[in-house]
């Protein structure tokens, strides 16, 4: 009979456990959100001319004297438009006030400012501890203007393969929750809502960066100085960034990678990822392998403008043998005028392009390039030196372009193209970008990238 019993009964039994765990799972983050909303608010991005909304998205209140909390690109456009924009908040319980921006981390996605006025009188505490793999947080925020909303999901550590860390975050955020918190059960914020892939998998800001961005603002304020003024601490920001990142990049191992008869640069480090593809129609003229590796973010500074990014590419072109040599040198040429900077900025972000074409010489033992007659591109290119025999260096047609931040003088795009003329029949492209880099940086990784690149 107990035997029986068991058979019956137990199958039953995980199930009512199931769903009464589910039902206080439920009731739980009801009551989160019934204990924590009065910290929420939907930050408002207000074009004036209009008075209307320009932009949206959350926010939440991190001290007892309003300052509220959000994500810098949530608010960029009224760092860079001051004139054209302002901020407003709008609570939970549809209270509204205007927002003063007081400071500003571009790098880690993350902005501070103060309700006008009197503060909101709940504020949620910034946990000292990250939570353990597998464990369950819950981000709030403001979906598509439809009201607060809470979405549970896994707490993944940090996300590798970025040169930002990022908490990987199982749960769906969606347009209007960047900003927003996420929280334990202990109601503390772990993490920030900035970006997803879709798919249930979405990426938060690590708690620790807005509370040394706290600690800092705090420091400043003690200090008497009155106000920040932003466009210098973004730049202090951005210079400390790309040190940071070229330091990464130059004292990595390098490893080379076969591409037709040359060994190109691979993945420098995890931060960066290649991809490849060929050419699958066999009738075309010029057969094609490429090798293209990208950091996978970039630092977002406005709509327009963005930078921060590393990303290389090689190009192995070679005829199917009915080509003649200046047929096929005509037709990869064309390849120079084809690669654009891989970052977004417009004419009120950076100046023109500033660019000089030379011939270069690359030893086929990799002992390194050099430049020959250096020209403006304005004149045109003169006749490459004449290669002798397979042992002779290879030689390139090489362009550099480099364009300069209006706002941030000591930060440059720097754009760099060379395609190999030696050969009748085969060819390399090299091509480089590095956004929001200094000269230093940029000439220690031109100077290292020429170097690593080797011929059979």
């Known amino acids: 009979m107990s035997d029986l019993y068991t058979r019956l009964f137990s199958p039953l039994l995980a199930i009512l456990l199931w769903c009464c ?19 929420l608010y939907q930050i408002r991005l207000i074009e004036q001319s209009s008075n209307s909304k320009a932009g949206l998205g959350s926010g939440f209140q991190i001290t007892a004297d309003g300052l509220i909390a959000t994500n810098y690109h949530v608010v960029s456009e009224a760092v860079h438009q001051p004139e054209r924009y302002s901020l407003k908040y709008l609570s939970v319980d549809g209270q509204e006030g205007d927002l003063e921006l007081l400071d500003v981390d571009v790098i880690n996605d993350l902005a501070i400012l103060r309700q006008k006025g009197e503060a909101g009188k709940d504020h949620l505490r910034l946990a000292k501890t ?14 598509l203007d439809l009201g607060m909303t809470i979405v549970p999901g896994t707490y993944n550590g940090i996300a590798t393969g970025s040169f930002y860390d990022r908490i990987h975050f199982s749960g769906s955020i969606n347009p209007g929750m960047s900003g927003g918190p996420v929280i334990n059960r202990n109601g503390e914020v772990v993490g920030i809502n900035v970006a997803t892939a879709g798919n249930q998998i979405s990426f938060l800001v690590p708690v620790d960066k807005l509370a040394a961005l706290l600690e800092d603002f705090k420091q400043e304020m003690s200090e008497g100085n009155g106000a920040i003024v932003l466009q210098p601490v973004i730049n ?11 330091d990464q990049i130059l004292n990595a191992d390098w490893q080379l990678r076969p591409l037709g008869d040359a ?17 699958d ?49 005509s037709g990869y040429a064309e390849e120079m005028s084809g690669f654009y900077p891989g970052n977004s900025a417009g004419e009120d972000d950076v100046t023109n392009f500033n660019c000089k074409q030379q011939f270069t010489t690359h030893p086929r033992d990799g002992a390194g390039g050099k430049e020959q007659d250096a020209q403006d591109d304005a004149e045109p290119a ?60 940029a000439s220690a990784f031109t100077e290292k990238f020429v170097s690593e690149i080797q011929w059979h």
Request: charged share 20%; aromatic share 12%.
């Open 130 to 143: 990250a939570p353990s793999k597998g464990e369950t947080i819950v981000s709030m925020g403001n979906p």
């Open 263 to 279: 060994l190109v640069v691979g993945e420098i480090v995890p931060a960066i990822q290649c991809w490849g593809n060929s050419t």
């Open 281 to 329: 129609d066999e009738d075309e003229p010029i057969q094609q392998v490429a090798k293209g590796c990208t950091g996978q973010d970039v630092v977002y500074l406005s709509e327009s403008f963005d930078t921060g990014r590393v990303e290389y590419e090689f190009f192995w072109l070679e005829s199917n043998g009915k080509l003649s040599p200046s047929r096929f040198y």
């Open 21 to 39: 765990a589910g039902a206080a799972l439920a009731q739980s983050y009801e009551q989160l959100y019934s204990d924590y909303r009065g910290s």
């Open 236 to 246: 202090r920001q951005l210079l400390k960034n790309q040190q940071r990142i070229i």
């Open 382 to 441: 003169q006749k490459p030196p004449k290669a002798n025999g397979n042992s002779a260096p290879a030689i390139a047609r090489t362009s550099v372009c480099v364009r300069r931040y209006k706002e941030f003088p000591e930060l440059y795009d720097v754009f760099y193209v060379s395609l190999t003329v030696d050969q009748a029949n085969r060819a390399l492209v090299s091509h480089f970008t590095l956004s929001g880099f200094t000269k230093e940086s």
